[in-house]
């Protein structure tokens, strides 16, 4: 929840006087991976994401073996999810001040507080404040790092911000599939501390690329985003209220989140085992089977020449919300096929709610209103994994997968009333215009 085009703003264009033209928002755009640059920015994103999934697996599992505590551990994995509370403020700090003031110091702040929990929680008789301590900074240093890597993609890759976009969403789905991979394979060899220190090391990877040159250009003093935090915010807000698709994005995506969260992941890996008594190795085959469809969910967005966002959005609800209603079948194989189906539309229609706002959005603006999507779409992922569970013991887990079966085809309700208002909006162009140099 990306890097490229950076050297200081050598090679952007000096926008002419009068207005641009206006460039087909649909165009098909050359593939991101015949830039030289975009190769070694996506490198570098790689060897830090694979860290990240390493470290969101290793962590909770240490945890749960040293306390055997759930709690703690559910706690320790709300840390990620709560930091888009700061989404948001992040984002106004990048359109004021520029990407490069977040990238570098998240990750410094990420390393250092990596290097003070493996020095201090991780000994036999450690206490177990330092893991929420410092596990708390690595989010919010990662939550900035982040914030200013993905706003700086427009700026870097002003040609092709889109396609760039969503071939590091992509990458960053893979490497969802390779942590837990790397924490199997290592596990023996390394433990856990060997695997929280090579994730201490996977935060330099972006700072060398940054140093060969490839990192956000400078902002000039005087730009539309360097305002006040709230008059930026408020900004933000107008600016969204000018591109009325993703107001009506928002409507139709956030039963999807609510729906597609880790919490009906969990009820999901609950009925295999307790309705049909299937074996761990049996549901870690289903695993198998479901991360798959994810990576593909996310190509097949993420790696198209267009970005016709209607129809994805259109293609995905349906697909999900009919795998969802299938999935309260009392048959295991209907439901792992629809479990399988479902998680891979949850993963295209996730790819699509992230690129949206590089779409539809003026590059000066990017981060404030992509702060404000993050939090809007944000809470939904926090309550999933509370509602769910309580739901399951009110109505029973079928009744559940019913019930949001239905609530992700409402959806389509919003969508065929706002339909023609889901036309690309005449600010797409404008990211392709002024860049600041």
């Known amino acids: 929840m990306s890097k490229t085009d950076a050297g200081g703003g050598e090679g952007v264009d000096t926008p002419q006087d009068g207005p641009a033209p206006l460039s087909d928002p649909d165009e098909a755009k050359p593939s991101p991976w015949l830039d030289r640059r975009f190769q070694i920015f996506a490198t570098g994103n790689v060897v830090n994401n694979i860290g990240e999934a390493v470290y969101t697996v290793a962590l909770p599992l240490f945890v749960y073996e040293r306390t055997g505590s759930l709690a703690i551990m559910s706690l320790l994995a709300v840390l990620t999810p709560a930091t888009l509370l ?21 990750l410094l702040v990420q390393a250092a507080a990596a290097i003070a929990l493996n020095l201090t929680g991780l000994a036999d008789d450690a206490p177990v404040w330092p893991l929420f301590v410092f596990g708390a900074l690595v989010q919010i240093g990662g939550a900035g790092y982040r914030m200013g890597w993905m706003t700086g993609v427009a700026h870097m890759f002003p040609d092709n911000p889109v396609r760039s976009r969503a071939s590091l969403g992509s990458l960053y789905t893979v490497t969802n599939v390779v942590g837990p991979l790397l924490v199997s394979a290592a596990l023996l060899w390394v433990g856990y501390t060997g695997l929280l220190w090579f994730n201490v090391l996977t935060f330099f990877a972006p700072i060398v690329v940054w140093l060969v040159g490839v990192h956000p250009p400078r902002v000039e003093p005087g730009g539309k985003g360097q305002v006040g935090l709230v008059k930026g915010l408020l900004d933000g807000v107008r600016v969204m209220r000018r591109a009325p698709v993703l ?72 697909g999900m919300g009919a795998a969802l209603l299938l999935m309260a079948s009392g048959s295991v194989h209907v439901f792992v096929a629809a479990m399988v189906v479902m998680f891979g539309f949850q993963a295209a229609l996730s790819v699509a709610s992230d690129l949206m706002v590089f779409k539809f959005v003026p590059a000066d603006a990017l981060g404030r209103v992509g702060g404000i999507v993050d939090l809007v779409l944000g809470l939904p992922i926090l309550a999933g994994p509370l509602v769910v569970p309580a739901l399951a013991d009110l109505l029973g887990s079928s009744a559940v997968f019913l019930a949001f079966g239905a609530v992700q085809l409402a959806g389509l309700l919003w969508l065929w009333r706002t339909w023609r208002q889901w036309a690309p909006s005449p600010h797409t162009s404008s990211r392709e215009e002024a860049v600041p140099a």
């Open 86 to 106: 700061l989404a948001p403020v992040l984002g106004a700090v990048v359109d004021r001040y520029g990407a490069r003031v977040l990238v570098v110091p998240g």
């Open 247 to 318: 107001l009506h994005a928002i409507l139709v995506f956030v039963p999807m989140l609510v729906v597609g969260t880790t919490g009906t992941m969990t009820l999901s890996l609950f009925r295999l085992q307790h309705d049909w008594d299937l074996s761990p190795r049996a549901v870690g085959l289903v695993l198998v089977a479901v991360r798959i469809a994810g990576v593909l969910g996310t190509i097949v967005v993420s790696e198209r020449k267009t970005f016709p966002f209607r129809a994805i959005t259109l293609v995905g609800t349906v």
